[in-house]
Nanobody, 125 residues
């Protein structure tokens, strides 16, 4: 199984980025997908998650209204559209895949079965 995150980079505050995570080696539509991030010197934290079929989404409070998670099961890809970025959003962003039955609290704790390697997002002030 591979999860390949991409789309990170350097952006000015107020700007936007779209992250992608392409999955292979698993039945993508059977997994909930999530995005997490880890800033320097901080623990990894939950950002957003999306269920497999109905597309129900969940967000951390600090990204509500700014970030949007979506998925394309035909392309085995999950996306994170990030708008109105601030320097506090600077982090390595990781995608993860969890079995469809994983409860929300476990998703938010990072209970992923598979992890990607991450993509760095740097927001300058």
């Amino acid at each position: 199984v591979q999860l390949q995150a991409s789309g990170g980079g350097l952006v000015q505050a107020g700007g936007s980025l779209r992250l992608s995570c392409a999955a292979s080696g698993l039945t993508f539509s059977s997994y909930a997908m999530g995005w997490f991030r880890q800033a320097p010197g901080k623990e990894r934290e939950f950002v957003a998650a999306i269920r497999r079929n109905n597309g129900m989404t969940y967000y951390a409070e600090f990204v509500k209204g700014r970030f949007t998670i979506s998925r394309d099961n035909a392309k085995n890809t999950v996306y994170l559209q990030m708008n109105t970025l601030t320097p506090d959003d600077t982090a390595v962003y990781y995608c993860g895949a969890a079995p469809f039955s994983t409860i929300l609290s476990e998703l938010k704790r990072g209970g992923m079965q598979y992890w990607g390697k991450g993509t760095l997002v740097t927001v300058s002030s």
